[in-house]
């Protein structure tokens, strides 16, 4: 299970979700099971774990529980996934952002930039969309949105624009064909963090991550019983962000809509105001925790 993915923060995560033994809990984000086993751990025989995962690979990490059920969908389907499993409220519901281990470490999928591999990056591979496709089609004004909203590259405009003259020569279908555009375009000794930046804005075009992220949040609000929690895990500043305006104000622009008497609208309370980070032991543990950043909300209990 280590070899497929490492969980992050996962005790903080757990003593977060606050959890009932006889609950209803969901994993937006199954991978490789790490959250969704420990959160087994604390049920008794009358809780229930449902889990999210597009990705097919994620099938070979189900444990063998009669609590568990595995919605194979992306997470922004939570309402209706949960529908499906006869559920229309939970008391806890966690999302590990991202990219699994097991994702940037299979050459074939084209996550990473340090393997040689076809331009895919899509996380449910039935999907038509993938990054080679991209780097095709999109027209020069498509790619540098992209790249500068969500990659933040400096060069957004020069990118775009290397990409449509080498296209022209010749399809750029792999990863290094793609490292081989960008990396005269990257600050000496800035190569990998460079390359990383438009790597991620490709992977979020590819899955509409912050699209998904938004409904998912919204939905999460919708089907959460009263203090039953949602701990979001993000490994970036767009998602981060998105999360945490939603959480203050309610709306992902971070605008404040308050009531009659001054107090703030929103479907969900901040626990905490700041997010939670890895301690610097699991950090040396596990390097990609580095940029992880855990922020908790829990539905408000009704008064009157």
């Given at each position: 299970?280590?070899?497929?993915?490492?969980?992050?923060?996962?005790?903080?995560?757990?003593?977060?979700?606050?959890?009932n033994p006889a609950g209803v809990y969901v994993d937006?984000t199954f991978g490789g099971g790490g959250h969704s086993?420990?959160?087994?751990?604390?049920?008794?025989?009358?809780?229930?774990?449902?889990?999210?995962?597009?990705?097919?690979?994620?099938?070979?990490?189900?444990?063998?529980?009669?609590?568990?059920?595995?919605?194979?969908?992306?997470?922004?389907?939570?309402?209706?996934?949960?529908?499906?499993?006869?559920?229309?409220?939970?008391?806890?519901?966690?999302?590990?952002?991202?990219?699994?281990?097991?994702?940037?470490?299979?050459?074939?999928?084209?996550?990473?930039?340090?393997?040689?591999?076809?331009?895919?990056?899509?996380?449910?591979?039935?999907?038509?969309?993938?990054?080679?496709?991209?780097?095709?089609?999109?027209?020069?004004?498509?790619?540098?949105?992209?790249?500068?909203?969500?990659?933040?590259?400096?060069?957004?405009?020069?990118?775009?624009?290397?990409?449509?003259?080498?296209?022209?020569?010749?399809?750029?279908?792999?990863?290094?064909?793609?490292?081989?555009?960008?990396?005269?375009?990257?600050?000496?000794?800035?190569e990998n963090q460079y390359l990383a930046k438009v790597?991620?804005?490709?992977?979020?075009?590819?899955?509409?991550?912050?699209?998904?992220?938004?409904?998912?949040?919204?939905?999460?609000?919708?089907?959460?019983?009263?203090?039953?929690?949602?701990?979001?895990?993000?490994?970036?500043?767009?998602?981060?962000?998105?999360?945490?305006?939603?959480?203050?104000?309610?709306?992902?622009?971070?605008?404040?809509?308050?009531?009659?008497?001054?107090?703030?609208?929103?479907?969900?309370?901040?626990?905490?105001?700041?997010?939670?980070?890895?301690?610097?032991?699991?950090?040396?543990?596990?390097?990609?925790?580095?940029?992880?950043?855990?922020?908790?909300?829990?539905?408000?209990?009704?008064?009157?």
């Open positions: 299970m280590s070899t497929y993915h490492s969980p992050v923060l996962l005790h903080e995560s757990l003593e977060a979700l606050s959890i937006v086993r420990e959160i087994l751990k604390r049920l008794n025989s009358q809780g229930r774990l449902i889990a999210f995962d597009q990705d097919p690979d994620a099938v070979q990490n189900v444990p063998d529980d009669q609590r568990f059920t595995l919605v194979r969908t992306n997470f922004r389907n939570l309402r209706k996934g949960l529908a499906e499993c006869g559920l229309q409220k939970v008391n806890g519901i966690l999302a590990d952002l991202g990219v699994s281990s097991h994702q940037f470490d299979t050459a074939e999928r084209g996550f990473s930039i340090r393997f040689e591999g076809p331009l895919d990056m899509r996380m449910n591979p039935e999907q038509p969309l993938s990054a080679k496709e991209v780097l095709a089609t999109y027209q020069q004004a498509e790619l540098r949105s992209i790249f500068k909203t969500y990659g933040e590259v400096d060069n957004a405009g020069l990118v775009a624009k290397k990409i449509v003259e080498a296209r022209e020569e010749k399809a750029i279908n792999t990863v290094e064909e793609l490292k081989a555009v960008l990396l005269p375009l990257s600050r000496r000794g800035k790597f991620q804005a490709l992977r979020i075009e590819v899955n509409s991550e912050l699209d998904a992220l938004k409904e998912m949040l919204e939905q999460a609000a919708e089907v959460l019983e009263e203090s039953g929690r949602l701990v979001v895990i993000s490994y970036h500043s767009l998602e981060d962000r998105m999360v945490k305006n939603y959480f203050r104000s309610g709306s992902f622009d971070g605008d404040q809509e308050k009531d009659f008497y001054g107090n703030l609208i929103r479907p969900l309370e901040p626990v905490s105001m700041k997010a939670i980070l890895p301690e610097e032991n699991e950090i040396e543990l596990n390097p990609r925790a580095r940029s992880a950043k855990m922020r908790v909300a829990e539905m408000p209990r009704k008064t009157g």
